[in-house]
């Protein structure tokens, strides 16, 4: 409970600092749920989502949230979208059998860090990028191997604080999975916006599975 109160506390304190968020490629499913999650939580004074169309938001919950719309092909025309956020969420990417892999490099590579790039010229102090289990820029299997390596090109970038999320991941399993396996999206969302509320010196932090399980509990203690 004293750790759960703590969360609480320092929920409150971040609350107070009238941050920006922005989340990168909001039309995926964990982007859907972070997106829900920053609203009901209420701890950014700005929220906004970047991406290729507009969504349709009919909730009264969503009536404050700003949309922005991109050309992921033409990223530099739209660095505006970018300007002026204090953290950002990256939870972009693609499957490759949807893709294919030239188009899979696109999008989880060249599009994550031209907009990487842009949101540190805009101003992000705190970059949370959603990697895999696994990532490896040395990896022989193509996923891991653009995982890896983006993970390393962003560090590059010297973000103030740069969290780098790698889930084993399968959003239908339920939550008392174990955790050396397996996360859901909602427990991977939950342990990012623990994370980002917590004052941290630290320039890069690798959450991995169990990580992420433990951050999960900070607001839920019976949780397994």
């Known amino acids: 409970m004293a750790e759960t109160e703590a969360l609480l506390k320092l929920q409150e304190e971040f ?18 749920v972070l997106l829900k999650e920053i609203l009901e939580q209420g701890l950014f004074s700005k929220v906004t989502l970047i991406g290729r169309r507009k969504l349709t938001l009919d909730e009264e919950a969503y009536k404050n ?22 953290v950002g969420f990256c939870c972009l990417g693609t499957a490759r059998k949807k ?12 599009y994550v860090l031209k907009s990487a790039e842009l949101a540190k010229s805009g101003g992000c102090k705190h970059f949370n990028l959603f990697s895999s289990k696994g990532a490896d820029k040395s990896s022989n299997f193509l996923y891991l191997q653009v995982k890896g390596e983006v993970e390393a090109r962003v560090e590059e970038l010297k973000f103030d604080r740069y969290s780098i999320f790698r889930p084993g991941f399968f959003s239908s399993l339920p939550e008392s999975w174990t955790s050396g396996h397996s996360v859901p999206v909602i427990t991977v969302v939950r342990a990012m916006l623990n994370n ?3 004052p941290s010196d630290a320039k890069k932090e690798l959450l991995d599975n169990k990580a992420i399980h433990d951050l999960r509990r900070a607001d839920d203690p019976l949780k397994p």
Do not use: P, W
């Open 196 to 198: 980002a509320v917590r």
């Open 65 to 86: 949230v700003n949309q922005e719309v991109v050309d992921f092909e033409k990223l530099d025309d739209y660095a505006s979208a970018f300007q002026g956020h204090d």
């Open 99 to 110: 893709a294919g892999a030239e188009g899979f490099v696109r999008v989880d590579c060249d």
């Open 15 to 32: 609350r107070m600092q009238n941050k920006s968020v922005f989340i990168l490629g909001a039309s995926g499913e964990t982007n859907r």
